[in-house]
């Protein structure tokens, strides 16, 4: 047998050897990987910066139990119609803290860098529980509340009130709250009324099965983001220099000359409170199977008034949870993002009479802050029988502000738009008449 030719291989290093468990150290120039060799998207990521967190967490209300400052006891409700809260034993009233003032939220948005992310927006954990439990102080008992459909519960032996207030990782407790200052009367006198607009053309079920007083008033999950920004849109103008018309009758068309021009604008801009929905439910606007997207018409809200997160708010009212990280939503605010660019560099393109087609954007988003937040809705729903088609009439829980979907007869809106049609054409003939 004929022996291996060649240099001899260094020794090994003492401890290391076949079968042992130590693993081998890297060979150099192999680890670490060098950022500048990876392609730009993975790039970015390695090179950007670890998410900043501002801690919004409330050290009083920890232990789920929210005590009126005056004499200690937990029976604590909203007072309707204002953003104060109440001890329902002795009537102290009291405001909650400004979220803004509290935490700085409303300054820096000059000097924002990479993503800054509030203790209740940060990543839901997959594995969080949707129960909390909590150990009543009064009487040793125990009191669970399942953060799915509830953030409020009452002991069952001495009538303890619990919230919670703990910051979890499963999405339920946010940053900030902004109170219902909408009564319910109010809110189903304004459904009401945008009903009664529209009753001629609904349907009959739906007139018949109409009950206002069934509005729900719902708490619903946002993400309110400040943002510092850079945009750039290039496209083509259009200066119409000439314009004239070709044939006769039926045959005659107008043309227009114009000169094009290459066109491109950039801008830096911030953003304060922009409102992004972050539950996927609500989200998702089908419009064949449901009209969630009159939630937005009812916007904005008046964050700058929000308050710092207290369970006490909840109480009497529904919630729904976020399951949207801020990954997630990234894409949506981004859109959101490009759509203000082109709304701040439109003022520019005024001479283009004939229009700019923007053919091409960029943006740099410099720096983000994210905060969660549940913002007040009345909310009114109605399912179409045979369709399914699940119809919403919402009140802005804030301004009053309403808008909705209501079932219509198709028939009675076919009739009228052709009794318009005949009454306009009558209108036409007319006045053709008369210049004759």
Known sequence: MSKPTGPTPPPLPPGIGPGSPQELPPLPGTFPVDPATLPKPIRDEVLAPDPEAIDTASEELKDGQNHCPKCGATDIRQRPGTDKLVCLYCRHEWHGQGVEEAFGLGEGLDDLQGTVVATGAQAIADDASHLMTFKCTGCGAEVTVNTENAMTARCHWCRHQFG???????????????????????????????VDKRRLFALKEFKAQFTPENVVGVYLPYMIVDGRCSAGVAGEGEIKTREYTRGTGNNKKTYYDADVYQVGRQVDFTVDDLHLESNRARGQLDSSVNTNNIINTILPFDTKNAVKWNASYLAGFTSEKRDSDVEQLRPRLEDQLLSIARHQVEASTQRYDRGVRWEEESLDVHGTRWVAMYLPVWLYSYQQPGTGMLHYIAVNGRTGETMGSIPIQQWKLLMAAITAGTFIEAIVLAILGAQA
């Open 164 to 194: 919670v207030n703990e910051q979890v990782a499963n999405g339920a407790v946010p940053d900030a709250v902004l109170p219902f200052r909408i009564k319910k009367d109010d809110a189903v006198q304004r459904i009401r009324q945008f």
